[in-house]
């Protein structure tokens, strides 16, 4: 059974920095990409950041520049550094993982909360 499990979310004023991390217990056959999603209240999950086998990365314009998703796709671990947070960055955050075959996995999600 292929479980995710994030951590390393919290608390932190605006202008802050935290490190959000995932890993990943059980078989996967093929990871194709790791991903980090997120989800305000009252709001749709959106994408923030790809990581795909390879090494290329994608991120959503909100945190360009921002952001810095890093993984290691053989050892399934998966990180975003998070800087300059604003406010609109709380959320709920997911770890999630899609293999060749179209199989998507997800964690259960951290909060990060951004405040004065």
């Known amino acids: 059974q292929v479980q995710l499990f994030e951590y390393g979310g919290g608390s932190v004023q605006p202008g802050g920095s935290l490190t959000v991390s995932c890993a990943v217990s059980g078989r996967t056959y093929g990871i194709r990409h790791m991903a980090w999603y997120r989800q305000a209240p009252g709001k749709q999950r959106e994408l923030v950041a790809t990581?795909?086998?390879?090494?290329?990365?994608n991120y959503a314009e909100s945190v360009k520049g921002r952001f810095t998703i890093s993984g290691d796709i053989a050892e399934k671990s998966l990180s975003l550094q998070m800087n300059s947070l604003k406010s609109e960055d709380t959320a709920v955050y997911y770890c999630?993982?899609?293999?060749?075959?179209?199989?998507?996995?997800w964690g259960q999600g951290t909060q990060v909360t951004v405040s004065s």
């Open positions: 999630s993982i899609r293999t060749f075959h179209g199989i998507d996995y």
């Open positions: 990581f795909i086998n390879g090494g290329t990365t």
